[in-house]
């Protein structure tokens, strides 16, 4: 239907394939970085939101959590 | 090693929470009001300012930018300071961000109900608003980056990249939809017309759902989750791929707000197959974040924070199933346009973006004001009405959307449509919207209860405005194990956003460029010619009063709508809509092609009493169109404006155009009065609406056969 539309751009079909490999490439590199990445750095990165710096003061009046 | 000692500032999280509730509020009530008008037209109260049309952006509004913004706004502040070891980047910046988003949200509140509108959803602001929401938005993002600048912990926690991919792409998406074209003040034309207009604003706000009211709730997940539990989260390795996959495919499922409309094929299909890919990372952050909590379920049954948390992931990762379901075109085909997808985003509002919310106001409350919870009992209570809420709000309107579309498509043993009249299949559902306002009704009280117990709990506590804490400078900081490129990057915060930035333009180029080509490349069908000038003021009308908020103007090429509604939507037929009208959601039937359906007079009878023409319509009526006059001094402005957008107006039209508005208007006044004796000034705003409806769709009737063949 709509084929007289996008048979008028220029080389239309390489869109998608740019798309794909782009996302593939970038994907499969975050993968293997992720799966060989150190454990204590992750370990140490999990803890963050533990560890705020705030006085111990407010610690012992907050609900139960 | 030397430690520094600083203060985290409480204050402005403070004032953003109390914006939350309040808004929550009076967005929740507002919601309540549009359920009920649906099944009682009477509470539209025959007023223009409170009307469907108009009030219902002023609900979508309300709750994404005034509840959900100032949600993340305090989720943010409090928990970015205390992942960084550092105060905010300058106060000053964080008072402008509270006070200016405040004043956006007035600015809103007053504007909608008078009907000034881009009609574009979740976007309706007009051109001053957006100006001023840019301006607020980027004094967030400096306060934001500022502060990551000036931090004392080296790496960013996963929290803060959902805060700065939120900060880039609602930058991105806001500045590139609200491209429009100022008349007046408060009008103004979208600069893009129909199909690139869909495509920009579905480009737009599908990635709103997705940048505004997920990534930053995924933030404060995986902050105040591990928070409330004590525990960290289950995987941090997952949570990366969690981030980065999702930002990379969620900006390409635009299209598939748009299956079966004339955009053109290849990018519904990668609406599709985008959307589907959606659900791993939506389903990995989800499970990351129920994980989090093995083996500590038993604080889940104590801890109301929890309890929210808990459902709020939940329905998080329910709408997250669904939404990759509703864009399979199979599914689409049923489910578009019925209230199966206001069930939908409302799993998605009540549940994820409410629910997260309360769980989170639940566990700052007493936090930053050194108490305990008021009343467990009463959040346990707020708790059971929410969920209970949330299921007799959605189900009925699942039931509901599924009738009614197998109601549209059934057809009956002679080949004829078995339920003709629109209105059967309203009249069907009625009940269900019923049962649909009681459970928004319950959600309401449980937020009402909340706020009591809120307002308990600072009482019995002393509000500590900056809470102390001290923490290594970033130089002394202990040196940490560096592990590839990933974990550098995390200490770059520029490079960080710039990332995130070319992860999200990607999609968004590869998806709008080529439809930006189509546009020179279109076709443009013969017959379609621009709106005459009272037509115009007509489509004006028909924005002010939000008609696009029940009717649709895209005939799918379905059986069931060419047989119902007449020949299906082509693109060429929307050259010069701008903004384009396709709509959303039929509540009331589709209008591409009711030009010349009806006789004037039957126009004319029915916006003033729909129900009398229609019985048992749901309609509201509009009394007001009759008494007020067409602003024909706004006419030279609106011609001038759209030919600067493309719309070929003959050069010096702008001086003449009156003339042809008042003969046209003058010729719909004579045909009411010759053929139903109905008196009525030619210059009534009716006038020029039902000049538009009249229009609509019929430019490729005149020559039925000829130009349509080649779409």
């Known amino acids: ?65 | 090693m030397e430690l520094e000692k600083f203060s985290y500032d409480n204050k402005v999280v403070k004032y953003f929470i109390v914006a939350t509730v309040i808004f929550g509020i009076v967005g929740m009530l507002v919601g309540l009001t549009l359920a009920i008008q649906l099944f009682y037209p009477i509470f539209n109260f025959d007023l223009p300012y409170t009307t469907f049309g108009r009030i219902r952006p002023l609900h979508t509004n309300a709750i994404i930018f005034a509840f959900v913004g100032n949600a993340m706004f305090a989720g943010v502040y409090y928990s970015m300071q205390r992942l960084l070891k550092t105060r905010m980047f300058s106060d000053a910046l964080s008072w402008i961000n509270f006070w200016g988003w405040q004043l956006i949200i007035l600015a809103a509140a007053i504007t909608l109900p008078l009907g000034m509108t881009t009609s574009k959803e979740y976007a309706e602001l007009e051109w001053p608003i957006d100006i001023a929401i840019t301006l607020i938005w980027v004094v967030f993002g400096i306060n934001m980056i500022g502060t990551i600048l000036k931090r004392r912990e080296k790496h960013m926690y996963v929290a803060i990249w959902f805060y700065i991919a939120t900060f880039v792409t609602v930058a991105v998406l806001h500045v590139v939809n609200s491209f429009e074209m100022p008349v007046t003040l408060f009008k103004s034309y979208s600069w893009y017309a129909g199909v690139q207009d869909a495509l920009v604003q579905w480009w737009y706000g599908h990635n709103a759902v997705a940048f505004f009211l997920t990534t930053p709730f995924l933030g404060l997940m995986y902050y105040y989750l591990p928070k409330a539990a004590n525990r960290p989260v289950y995987s941090y390795k997952l949570s990366i791929i969690h981030f980065w996959s999702l930002i990379f495919i969620y900006i390409w499922a635009g299209p598939h707000h748009l299956l079966y409309t004339s955009l053109p094929n290849w990018a519904q299909s990668l609406g599709v197959v985008f959307s589907v890919m959606l659900i791993a990372p939506s389903w990995g952050g989800m499970l990351n974040g129920l994980l989090t909590l093995r083996g500590a379920w038993d604080k889940v049954r104590e801890e109301p924070v929890l309890k929210f948390m808990v459902v709020a992931v939940t329905a998080y990762g329910m709408s997250t199933f669904e939404g990759p379901m509703l864009s399979l075109k199979n599914v689409n085909a049923i489910a578009h346009f019925t209230d199966w997808i206001i069930a939908h985003v409302h799993i998605g509002g009540l549940g994820w973006n409410g629910f997260m919310t309360f769980g989170m106001l639940y566990f700052l409350i007493p936090k930053m004001w050194g108490t305990k919870l008021f009343s467990v009992k009463l959040a346990n209570a707020h708790f059971w009405l929410g969920t209970l809420g949330i299921i007799i709000y959605a189900l009925p309107l699942y039931v509901a959307g599924v009738t009614q579309s197998l109601m549209w498509k059934e057809f009956n043993a002679e080949g004829f449509l078995e339920y003709k009249n629109f209105l059967e299949t309203v009249v069907q559902i009625l009940p269900l919207y019923m049962l649909r306002a009681i459970g928004g009704f319950l959600y309401l009280i449980g937020a009402f209860i909340m706020t009591y117990n809120l307002i308990k709990t600072a009482g019995q506590g002393t509000f500590i405005a900056n809470e102390d804490a001290e923490a290594a400078p970033l130089e002394k900081a202990p040196k940490q194990v560096e592990t590839g490129w990933h974990s550098v990057l995390e200490r770059k915060p520029v490079i960080f956003t710039v990332l995130t930035l070319i992860a999200i333009v990607i999609g968004g180029v590869i998806e709008m460029v080529p439809t930006f080509l189509i546009e020179s490349n279109v076709p443009t069908i013969a017959s379609v010619k621009p709106y005459t000038p009272l037509e115009l003021h007509g489509r004006d009308i028909y924005i002010r009063e939000g008609c696009v908020s029940c009717h649709s103007q895209m005939v799918r090429p379905f059986r069931s709508e060419t047989e119902r509604y007449g020949e299906y939507s082509k693109a060429g037929e929307f050259v010069y809509d701008h903004p384009f009208l396709w709509g959303s959601k039929r509540t009331g039937p589709d209008l591409h092609r009711v030009g010349k359906k009806y006789p004037n007079s039957w126009h004319y009878y029915h916006m003033l009493e729909p129900g009398v023409v229609s019985a048992g319509s749901i309609m509201p009526p509009y009394p007001w169109l009759y008494e007020a006059a067409i602003d024909k001094s706004a006419t030279a402005g609106k011609i001038t404006a759209l030919r600067t957008i493309g719309v070929p107006y003959a050069e010096g039209y702008e001086e003449t155009a009156n003339e042809d508005l008042d003969s046209q208007a003058a010729e719909i006044a004579k045909s009411l009065m010759d053929e139903d004796g109905i008196e009525i000034a030619k210059e009534a705003e009716i006038i020029a609406l039902i000049a538009y409806l009249q229009r609509l769709g019929t430019d490729i009737k005149v020559k039925e056969g000829q130009t349509t063949a080649s779409n």
Not at chain 1, 30 to 39: A, G, P, Q
Not at chain 1, 42 to 65: V, Y
């Open chain 1, 1 to 65: 239907m709509f084929k007289h539309y996008f048979e008028q751009i220029h080389n239309v079909e390489v869109w998608p394939i740019i798309s794909l490999s782009i996302f593939f490439i970038f994907f499969v590199s975050l993968l293997i970085w992720v799966v060989r990445t150190d454990k204590n750095y992750i370990k140490a990165m999990s803890n963050l939101p533990m560890e705020d710096g705030a006085k111990p003061i407010e610690e012992s009046k907050t609900i139960r959590s």
